[in-house]
C-alpha cells in the first residue's frame, strides 16, 4: 500500500473508533471478555463475541449472563438492542474492526507458558485478517509475546504493522466481585508495537473507559501485568511466612497485621490464608520466571515465595489435626465441615482454589467431608461429586473449616453451633472461645 493509502487506513479506523461505528469483536467470552463486551457495547459500539464454547456463545444470545459480574438484566438488553451477539465462527472476523484477544494462558505441569489458546485464537483471526484492523491482547503473558509471537502472524498477511494495521497489548486488571474497582474504572495501562498502535490501542480504549494509561511498548504492558501480580504473589508468601511464625512462638498474626497498617505510610498489609488462588496469582509470576531463567536471571523472590504459598494447605491441614487431635478425635475418621470453596470471597470461581488441596489432603488422611458455598452448589473432588450442604451442617462435624470467607454466611450462628472451628481467614475476628483455632 502506498504511503497516502495507509494515512487513510489509519484515519478510517480513528474516525470508525472515535465514531463509534468501529465494529468491535472480542474473542473469549470468560471473566475478561465478557465484562469488556458490555462495556463497549455501553458505550454504543455494537460487539461480536468470538469464543469456542457453544455452550457460551448460546447464553450469551441467550441474554444469560454466566458471570457473576455482569446482570443478565444488563447483557439481555444489549443482545435485545442489538448491540452484542456471539458465534463460534471466526469468519465474523471479516466485518471487524477492532479485536481484543482474551482467551486463557494457564502453565503446563512443568510451569511452562502454554501459549496453545494464543496461538490458535490467532491462527484463526488471520485467516479473516483485513486492513484496517486493530488487535489488542489482553491475556496475561511472558513480556514479549506480542511482538514475538503475534506480531509475525498478522505480518505474515503482507499487512505492515503501525500503517496498515495497529497491534498492542493491554493487561487486564479485572478483580471479579470486586464492587468498587470493574473493567470501567480500573485504569487501563496499553502499549503498541509502534506508536501509531500505541495511540489506536490508547484512542480505542478511551470511548469505553474512564482512564487510559499509554506505554511506550507492548512489552512495558506485558511487564506491568506481571510486577503487579508478583508483588502481590511475593507479599502474600511474605505475609504468610510472618503468619507461620506468629503460630509457632504463639502471636495472633491478624493482630498484629492490623496493628501494623495503622502505619500511614510505607507499609500496605497483606493477609495470609490457605494458599493461592484463581487464574491470576498462583500463575503469572512464573511466566516472569520462565521468561528471565531464558535471560540467565533466576526468579528467586518468586520461587521461594511460591514455595511458602504452596506450603499453606499444608499449614492448615496440620493445624486442623492438631485441632482434632487436642479435642481427642484423630483426623481419620472425624466429619469435617468446609465453609466457602471458591478461591476467593463472594465469588464462584472455583480455579486453583485452596480449598481444593485443603479438601484433598483431609480426605487422603481419612476424614470424612462436607462443604457449604452460596456460590458453588457443586464440584468433583478426585471424581466424586459433592454437593453445597446447607450451613448449619457445620454444627454437626468435628470440626468446621472456614476456608473461603464469604459475606453471606452466618458467622455468629457458625461460632455458636460448631463445635470446633479452624479459621483460615480471620472471619470470626472478634470472637473469642477456646473452641476457635485461627491461622
Ligand atoms: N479472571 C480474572 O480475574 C483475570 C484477571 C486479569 C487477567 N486475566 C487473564 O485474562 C485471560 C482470560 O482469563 P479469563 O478469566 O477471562 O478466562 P476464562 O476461561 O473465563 O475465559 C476464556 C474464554 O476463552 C475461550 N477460548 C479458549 N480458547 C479460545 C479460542 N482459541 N478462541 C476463542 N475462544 C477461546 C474459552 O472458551 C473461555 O470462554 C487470561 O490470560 C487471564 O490470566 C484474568
Redesign the pocket.
Known sequence: MSTAATETTARILEDRIASHRARVGI???????LPLAVEFAKAGFSVTG????EG?TARVNAGDSYVGDIPSAVLSKFVQEGRIRATTDFAAVRDLDTINI????PLRKTKDPDMS?IV??CE?IVKHFHAGMLIIL????YPGTTDELLLPMFEKTGLRVGQDFFLCFS??????GNPKYQTANIPKVVGGTTPACTEMGALFYSQALATVVPVSSTQVAEMV?LLENTYRMINIGLVNEIAMMCDRIGINVWEVIEAAATKPFGFMPFYPGPGLG???IP??PFYLSWKTKQAGIEARFIELAGYINGQMPHFVVDKIQNALNDAGKPVKGSRIHILGVAYKKDIS?LRESPALDVMLLLKRRGASLSYSDPHVPQLQLDGIDLHSQPEAVAGEADCAVIVTDHSAFDYRQIAARARLIVDTRNALKGVNSAHIVRL
Open positions: 474473542v473469549g467470552l470468560g471473566y475478561v471478555g468470538i469464543d469456542l464454547h457460551k482474551c482467551v486463557p494462558t489458546y490458535s485464537a484463526e489482553e491475556s496475561t503473558t493487561p487486564e486488571r479485572v478483580d471479579p501485568k484463581g487464574h491470576c500463575i503469572d470461581d
